[in-house]
């Protein structure tokens, strides 16, 4: 069972600040919010992750609601490089901790 | 970052024949897993392994399919025999400690005819 939510597609410019959604209206207190990428041909690559606070790194910054029921990945400045299917993944913090993936959302970048 | 490598990237066996795909982990990684990806489909888990022992494994994970990790080599996926609904993306991953994040190979794209 799909324990996320988020939008088939989405679409930016190159340069724009994108925003991507995820509804986790069931997250467990002991669960992880999970961002990873994954371009065609390629094994899925680590953006970032959270569990209350909101994060940042390099590549993005994660904004996690106060509820923690939904969360948002914010990619500054895309560009033609961060076109992808970027899936929200939860992650209980207790036993072997496997990822599940979704379908994720395909972001589509326009030069 | 970190890498992952996978050997062969593409391999194509006639239905019946073993196979073997051959994964070499980030080097100071101890936990080890394998996900299957049907073309246009999501990715699925299959198997985990730490200290030479599947921990947990999907129903994916055919009596078919068996992991090792001789001696800190390869991690390796062997397939006997191999069938039609075999023909997928296996992707490699490996992790520090199962609380951390994985980091996955480039796949191996394994044709059954």
């Known amino acids: 069972d799909a324990k996320t939510t988020q939008p088939d597609s989405m679409e930016s410019t190159e340069g724009e600040t994108v925003h991507l959604p995820c509804s986790h209206a069931?997250?467990?207190?002991?669960?992880?919010i999970y961002w990873y990428r994954q371009v065609p041909l390629q094994g899925p690559e680590y953006v970032t992750h959270?569990?209350?606070q909101n994060t940042t790194n390099s590549m993005a910054f994660l904004a996690i609601a106060s509820d923690r029921k939904s969360s948002t990945l914010i990619l500054p400045h895309v560009s033609l490089r961060d076109a992808a299917v970027y899936h929200c993944i939860l992650r209980a913090n207790t036993g072997y901790q496997n990822f599940y993936f979704g379908k994720g959302t395909s972001l589509t970048v326009i030069p | 970052g970190p890498k992952v490598l996978q050997i062969p990237s593409h391999q194509i066996i006639d239905m019946g024949q073993m196979v073997t795909l051959n994964c070499d982990p980030v080097?100071?990684?101890?936990?080890f897993y394998w996900y299957k990806q049907i073309l246009g489909q999501q990715m699925e888990f299959l198997v985990n392994f730490y200290n030479g022992k599947v921990m947990e494994k999907s129903k994916l994970f055919k009596d078919q399919f068996s992991v090792e990790r001789p001696d800190g080599s390869y991690f390796t996926l062997k397939i006997q025999p191999t069938a039609l609904e075999d023909s997928a993306v296996y992707f490699c991953a490996s992790s520090w400690n199962w609380g951390y994040e994985q980091y996955f190979g480039p796949g191996t794209r394994l044709t059954v005819l």
């Open positions: 069931t997250i467990s207190g002991n669960e992880y």
């Open positions: 959270g569990l209350q």
């Open positions: 080097s100071n990684h101890l936990y």
